[in-house]
């Protein structure tokens, strides 16, 4: 064939092949950083819920928690299932609402400019669910193996841990491992709460958020 028009290729399907195991190895990347943090949570969470399970049942069980989640209706297992699935449903859309007017609050707080506010909300958020919640959780569990206790050093570690994860999680210096870890520990301590509900409570709440 004359140069001037130039040569077939004559591994055409070479650079195809090529160009398509690049990106089916860089999202299998991606997948598997998404995937791996993901499992260990799940994994601990099933762990940390078993370990948290009351050995009892009945009478004696733990009373669900009262929270944002049931501010008008507290299931009790002697209800009706129609008094718990109309009063699960008005528990979330009263929850589902006061979701979105938090949302709005804070869009228009960032709208304004207000991010130093926005900011050590977010730090506020963190530090409570790691010392108040993690800290019910964590004692929960000793208690549960029979750890020996001492309240004023479980208060100091308390302290300590969640300031760690709060500059943690928003500071850039921080190695990339420990803000995942603690990001995890998050994700772990509300889904061990959130299991403290009422089954229909669970169920109707995660269908209301999606």
Known sequence: MDPAFGSPDPMPGLAWTTTAATVLD?????????????????????????????????????????????LVYLERPTDANVQKLVSTLLDAAVFVALIAVVTFALVVLYYYRCTGFLKNYMRFSAFFILFSMGGTVAVTVLRRLSAPLDAATVLVLLFNASTVGVLSIFA???????????????????????????????????????
């Open 172 to 210: 850039s210096a921080v190695p990339i491992i420990v803000r995942q870890g603690y990001m995890v520990a998050l994700t772990i301590i509300v889904a061990a709460w959130l299991s403290r509900l009422p089954e229909w409570t669970i169920w109707i709440m995660l269908v209301a958020l999606a």
């Open 26 to 70: 860089s999202l299998g990347g991606e997948v598997l950083a998404v995937m791996s943090p993901v499992s260990i949570c799940m994994a601990l969470i099933v762990l940390l819920i078993s370990v948290l399970e009351s050995p009892s049942s009945g009478s004696s069980a733990s009373p669900p928690p009262v929270t944002t989640a049931t």
